[in-house]
């Protein structure tokens, strides 16, 4: 579990670090956490 943590902590590392905004969106954080809507598809 730990390691799966860390490898979504660090997709969300790259993420900020890439972003032009200062915070990255709660839109965007859960693209790239692969949230899945509550409904159980994702928009792709």
Same mark, same amino acid.
């Given at each position: /579990?730990?390691?799966? *943590?860390? @490898? !979504?902590?660090?997709? !969300? /590392?790259?993420?900020?670090?890439?972003?032009? *905004? =200062? %915070? !990255?969106?709660?839109? %965007?954080? @859960? *693209?790239?956490? %692969?949230?899945?809507?509550?409904?159980?598809? %994702? *928009? =792709?």
């Amino acid at each position: /579990m730990a390691l799966i *943590e860390i @490898d !979504l902590y660090g997709d !969300l /590392m790259i993420a900020a670090s890439s972003a032009d *905004e =200062d %915070r !990255l969106s709660a839109d %965007r954080i @859960d *693209e790239v956490l %692969r949230v899945v809507p509550a409904g159980g598809k %994702r *928009e =792709d």
